[in-house]
């Protein structure tokens, strides 16, 4: 029994990759991984390919041109893992930020406990961080709050990355009018849940910052996180109005 699909957007990635791979393939439960490269010079991609005859059927490989953004990356394994009747889709950085052993709590989280999505929280009980400077922690921690309080959303990480949904919620959302493709992507997906009514829960993780490759954060992502939520929240609440 396959328990849900790993969605790993990747771009320079190489020395990170096969030992997640691996790494989730070692859990107790059965995961696929569909690896969404945007055409990494490091040979990333490469390297998938060749995991892929070890890891048949299991893992899959999708190739884009160029690098267009977090969120298009996932948009595109969201569509793909539509196609194929996944019940359950994860996104999961390719830094080990994120750590598999909690893939089995986000998705008993779902199955178990009712929820429709499930997000890997780093503040629900504090604050879970290791690794980072405190500046960065304070920004990351006040950007969620500034997002809850702006939203309304009873959600502490609202920025995370690391969540499962049910299929159901990815067949709802319309996934063609997400227009934010950097970090803001992660609010608006929760957003757009929280709209629709679906239960949202937190399980708490401790994340802990790559030790290995380069992070992709820049001030355009940032800028695009701040000011992104105000016109999000106007849009919801014009659209309530029409």
């Keep these: 029994m396959v328990h849900g699909l790993i969605i790993i957007p990747t771009f320079n990635e190489i020395e990170n990759i096969e030992r997640l791979i691996r790494n989730i393939f070692s859990q107790q439960r059965k995961f696929h991984i569909l690896v969404v490269d945007d055409n990494s010079p490091d040979g990333t ?25 977090l969120g298009t990356a996932y948009i595109h394994g969201f569509k793909w893992a539509l196609q194929r009747e996944y019940d359950y889709v994860f996104e999961m950085d390719a830094d080990f930020s994120h750590n598999p052993n909690d893939l089995m709590r986000l998705y008993n989280a779902c199955k ?21 400077p405190m500046n960065r922690v304070l920004m990351s921690w006040l950007a969620s709050k500034y997002v809850q309080f702006i939203t309304g959303m009873d959600i502490h990480d609202t920025t995370a990355g690391y969540v ?40 708490p993780v401790i994340f802990t910052d790559r030790t290995r490759g380069t992070s992709k954060m820049s001030g355009s992502i940032i800028y695009e996180a701040v000011f992104g939520v105000i016109k999000m929240k106007v849009k919801s609440l014009f659209n309530r109005i029409k």
């Design 45 to 69: 991609a490469t390297r998938v390919r060749t995991l892929q005859a070890e890891f048949h059927d299991q893992l899959f490989l999708e190739e884009r041109k160029e690098k267009t953004g």
């Design 112 to 132: 178990r406990e009712g929820a429709d999505v499930a997000i890997g929280s780093r503040y629900v009980t504090g604050v879970n961080v290791i690794n980072w």
């Design 164 to 203: 499962c949904y049910k299929k159901e919620v990815l067949e709802r959302i319309k996934l063609d009018k997400i227009q934010f493709v950097g970090y803001a992507f992660q609010i608006e997906m929760k957003f757009k849940a929280h709209l629709l009514g679906f239960k949202i829960t937190e399980v």
